[in-house]
């Protein structure tokens, strides 16, 4: 069955490291997206690639880049983990078309930056 | 802009039934969501609702959706303690967009 992975489920890292997020989905979905999750925040997008090569900024991206070199992964990286960065993140794919809004989530990462 | 406004708690006895309700600004969005999100995993799409459509029923779930004043809503029958979870209402997206919007989600607590 299809599905969308993410990997490390838990992640504790110190402030200034750099820390790398996967995300696998083997939907053969064009779209996959970043988001994370905090209390009082909802979901909110940090990037998100419409194909290989193609990247985009969504409204939380300081601190965050992504790269898009094949279909099926969409890492994400903190190019230096500050604290505020503590959050749980999910990524999600969706096809191209008029279904596009159905997205389909990982299971999430919890990152805790100290 | 677009926003999608949803109350953040709500508690209900188990066996009643749940409404959860959304408002949405976007008045061309063609699909209408519900998504689950149970305790330490991701959102998964529960149901939707196309935008000419006023009511979708699939078993315990009722999805009423008012066009007029951009009101979603989602009722649950029956509701038992395997409900409890947070859900999360969104509107599709337009203008080119394949992002939805989504609400900050409403966390359904059930207790005996």
């Given amino acids: 069955d299809a599905e969308i992975t993410q990997s490390p489920r838990h992640k504790i890292t110190e402030t200034g490291r750099q820390v790398t997020l996967a995300c696998h989905q083997t939907w053969n979905h064009n779209n996959m997206f970043w988001y994370r999750q905090d209390l009082g925040h909802g979901l909110r ?9 193609d990247t985009n900024k969504g409204e939380v991206s300081d601190g965050y880049s992504v790269s898009r070199s094949n279909t099926e992964d969409l890492p994400l990286t903190l190019e230096s983990a ?5 959050s749980v993140y ?3 794919s969706s096809e191209f078309g008029t279904s596009s809004a159905e ?4 299971p999430g990462t919890r990152l805790t930056v100290t | 802009g677009e926003d999608v406004e949803q109350s953040l708690f709500l508690s209900v006895r188990e066996g009643d039934s749940s409404v959860i309700n959304c408002t949405y600004t976007d008045s061309s ?6 998504y689950k999100q149970e305790p330490g995993a991701g959102l998964q799409l529960l149901t939707y609702i196309f935008s000419n459509m006023d009511m979708k029923q699939d078993q315990r779930l009722t999805v009423l959706l008012n066009k007029k ?13 395997g409900d409890s979870a947070i859900y999360f209402c969104a509107e599709s997206p337009s203008g080119g967009s394949y992002i939805p919007t989504f609400g900050r989600g409403t966390s359904l607590i059930v207790h005996p």
């Fill in chain 2, 69 to 81: 004043d951009k009101h979603l809503s989602l009722r649950i029958a029956d509701t038992q303690t």
């Fill in chain 1, 103 to 106: 997205q389909y989530f990982g």
């Fill in chain 2, 29 to 34: 969005s063609t699909y209408l969501y519900w």
């Fill in chain 1, 45 to 53: 997008l940090i990037h998100y690639s419409y194909g290989v090569q």
């Fill in chain 1, 82 to 86: 500050a604290s505020s960065q503590t």
């Fill in chain 1, 90 to 92: 999910f990524c999600a």
